[in-house]
């Protein structure tokens, strides 16, 4: 009986499924009155071993995918520098010595650190990383993020198909600090780090190698929710993460605003890398600031002012030399009414300004 190589597979795995045996191949042939030695001869590509022939994983097809892999990243990972920069205006506090200790370690122990919008979360990190002279790999996370994404899959690189990391294989491979930022936007996608989390590797399905952490691999996330999605809509998007997910992560550190005296340090710093004199008006910031947060805390107004929104000010402050229009033009995304009780909170902490319209 004539037939190509590829009719004879397809009608084997039709009857048998993708995996055949010696007996399986005689019985086709009894059927269709072919010659057992000519028909093996045919689909020799599909052997796996002897007697046995596998229609979806031929040798053939585990060499492409060995090569595949093999073949250089787009970016040769070895040749890049992750290791943060130091910043001059970044103050210690918070969790930011506890943090320390665990990266110093050098030990697998996953970190969540749960705090409010602009607070210095992933700045701490990136920090720490620098103080110890450690690698960091930080991931953006979105509800879009997938196993591709963060695990790694293949590329079309020069019309060839190229197998290529993620972030966190890199991070695996390299004995990295791997970043998960806002991990609360997450979907349950993420859970295809379950085995990373417990610090055991994980097995690359698509190539069939396994991948062990090496040494001063370590895993921490941000947020702004716990995992549990936000009851009062101040972070829409946040989703509720699995338990299971959330269980594997040993510690959770709750990182508040900087106390007054900090942040006032931290201002100070960013003014004079700004070239902003006006120290004092650093100082206005912060108790307007504090005053805010306290206010807030007490379920008086609906809105804060972060730490990083105090810098933007600053940042604003050294290209319009004008206060009031600093603080207006940063405050300007809330809105009027939390706008004007903002800028006239400052007109009473400050008694160099006046607000536009207000009486000499």
């Avoid at 999605?229 to 998007?237: E, W």
Wanted: include cysteine.
């Amino acid at each position: 009986m004539a037939g190509s190589a590829e009719y004879i597979a397809s009608s084997l795995q039709s009857l048998y499924g993708d995996e055949v045996v010696a007996a399986d191949i005689r019985a086709w042939c009894t059927m269709n009155g072919g010659n057992y030695q000519t028909i093996t001869n045919k689909i020799s590509q599909y052997k796996v071993g002897r007697g046995k022939w596998n229609f979806q994983i031929s040798p053939s097809r585990v060499n492409s995918i060995e090569k595949a892999y093999q073949a250089p990243a787009v970016t040769p990972s070895l040749e890049q520098n992750l290791i943060p920069q130091k910043d001059d205006t970044f103050i210690n506090f918070g969790p930011f010595n506890d943090l320390k200790a665990i990266l110093k370690a050098n030990l697998f122990y996953p970190t969540f650190i749960t705090g409010l919008s602009g607070n210095g979360k992933t700045f701490g990190v990136e920090q720490a990383c620098a103080q110890l002279r450690r690698e960091l790999i930080r991931v953006n996370i979105t509800i879009e993020t997938d196993e591709d994404d963060l695990i790694g899959g293949f590329r079309l690189i020069d019309g060839n198909t190229v197998w290529h990391n993620g972030p966190v294989i890199e991070a695996l491979e390299r004995g990295a600090v791997l970043l998960l930022d806002e991990i609360d936007l997450a979907s349950n996608k993420i859970l295809c780090l379950q085995p990373i989390l417990e610090g055991k590797g994980i097995f690359l399905k698509k190539i069939g190698r396994f991948v062990s952490p090496a040494k001063g691999f370590n895993v921490v996330a941000t947020a702004n929710t716990k995992g549990k999605g936000s009851d009062d809509g101040r972070f829409i998007g946040t989703n509720v993460l699995n338990e299971a997910f959330l269980e594997r992560f040993p510690v959770t550190f709750e990182q508040d605003y900087p106390a007054p005296s900090v942040e006032s340090k931290i201002l100070k710093k960013v003014a004079a890398t700004l070239g902003v004199e006006d120290i004092d008006f650093c100082k206005r910031l912060v108790d307007w600031g504090d005053i805010i947060r306290k206010t807030f805390y007490d379920g008086g107004i609906d809105e804060i002012i972060s730490t990083r929104r105090l810098i933007h000010i600053l940042r604003a402050y050294s290209i319009f030399g004008d206060k009031m229009k600093s603080i207006g033009v940063c405050v300007n995304r809330f809105d009027d009414e939390t706008k004007q009780a903002f800028l006239e909170l400052y007109d009473k902490v400050d008694a160099t300004v006046q607000l536009a319209g207000g009486e000499e």
